[in-house]
């Protein structure tokens, strides 16, 4: 069975610090690239950050660039992403997805590319 188990998430207040993590299962990780998405309400869902699990090339939306950290750890099929500098604005609940990586994911990747998709986590960002 295919699971992607986001967990990490929590309070914070602005400009400290989270580390998310996605546990995948039941699918070669690293075959795929994987992506962070986050949905704040009333917003539409983004994708913020991509690595691809086989060679480690990642990319950022220009929202996070320089603040948040995508890593991934194949012995743990796991993948991260460092939350720094936190703004009120980066509250959201927070998705992994996982796409092939043939496709070599970027922010830009359609969605409906991405095959297997987490639960959320809730990120809250205190001011």
């Known amino acids: 069975e295919v699971q992607l188990q986001a967990s990490g998430g929590g309070l914070v207040q602005a400009g400290g610090s989270l580390r998310l993590s996605c546990a995948a299962h039941g699918f070669t990780f690293d075959d795929f690239d994987m992506s962070w998405f986050r949905q704040a309400p009333g917003k539409e869902r983004e994708a913020i950050a991509c690595?691809?699990?086989?060679?480690?090339?990642?990319d950022y939306a220009e929202s996070v660039k320089g603040r948040f950290i995508i890593s991934s750890d194949s012995t743990k099929t796991t993948v991260y992403l460092q939350m720094n500098s936190l703004k009120p604005e980066d509250a959201a609940n927070y998705y992994c997805?996982?796409?092939?990586?043939?496709?070599?994911?970027?922010?830009?990747?359609?969605?409906?590319?991405?095959?297997?998709w987490g639960q959320g986590t809730l990120v809250t960002v205190s001011s």
């Open positions: 690595i691809s699990v086989n060679d480690g090339t990642t």
């Open positions: 997805a996982a796409v092939s990586g043939i496709l070599s994911a970027e922010v830009g990747t359609t969605q409906s590319d991405y095959v297997y």
